[in-house]
């Protein structure tokens, strides 16, 4: 079956940084895109950041855009997510996910479209 292992997360202060590591295994993860996702206490889940099976295409949320980084490394089947800059309310337990469609040329925002998702990493920034 598919697994996907976060890690990385912790306490920083506002403003440092983390990059959060997103290992799979069960299937040819190069063949499918790659989504984080964070779910914040008190909070529904939502859509951080997401990168396409090739790497071609990414998406950001508005709120982290040009703040994070969303990249992979198929040789490693791992998706990374850089985080910079980063505020209070980036505190929250992150996840990433893999899509149920092969060979998507674009990156997906909406959570339908994963499949499989990661137990999740805790991130907190401390003001």
């Known amino acids: 079956q598919v697994q996907l292992v976060e890690s990385g997360g912790g306490l920083v202060q506002a403003g440092g940084s983390l990059r959060l590591s997103c290992v799979a295994s069960?299937?040819?993860?190069?063949?499918?895109?790659m989504g984080w996702f964070r779910q914040a206490r008190g909070r529904e889940r939502e859509f951080v950041a997401a990168?396409?099976?090739?790497?071609?295409?990414?998406y950001y949320a508005g709120s982290v855009k040009g703040r994070f980084t969303v990249s992979r490394d198929n040789a490693k089947s791992t998706v990374y997510l850089q985080m910079n800059s980063l505020k209070p309310e980036d505190t929250a337990v992150y996840y990433c996910a893999s899509e149920g469609t092969v060979h998507r040329v674009i990156a997906v925002t909406a959570a339908g479209f994963y499949a499989y998702w990661g137990q999740g990493t805790q991130v907190t920034v401390s003001s």
């Open positions: 069960g299937r040819t993860s190069s063949d499918y895109g």
């Open positions: 990168i396409s099976w090739s790497g071609g295409s990414t």
